[in-house]
């Protein structure tokens, strides 16, 4: 596997929008978590409480699910690996 300083781990949005974040290489492995109310927010940048966004009930995470096994080179540079996560909430 390619030597990484830093992992881009992306997913889709409820619009189809690649989200995500960086996660420093060193700890790629323990995985990461994004706010589920990402999904409160309507194509001009409004959150409604849309069901399961959980913007009234307490801005709960969702766990993003990946393997290392599934980087692939970023194409910002070469310091970049880019993974794509499926999503998860309890389990």
Known sequence: MPSYDRLRVLFADHHGLARGKYVPWRIADRGTRSCVTLFAL??????????????????????????????????????????????????
């Open 42 to 91: 309507d194509f001009d940048r409004t959150m409604v409480p849309a069901p399961g966004a959980y913007l009234l009930e307490g801005l709960r995470d969702v766990e993003l699910i990946y393997s290392l096994d599934d980087v692939r080179p970023g194409w910002e540079d070469d310091e970049t690996g880019v993974v794509v996560a499926d999503l998860t909430m309890d389990g």
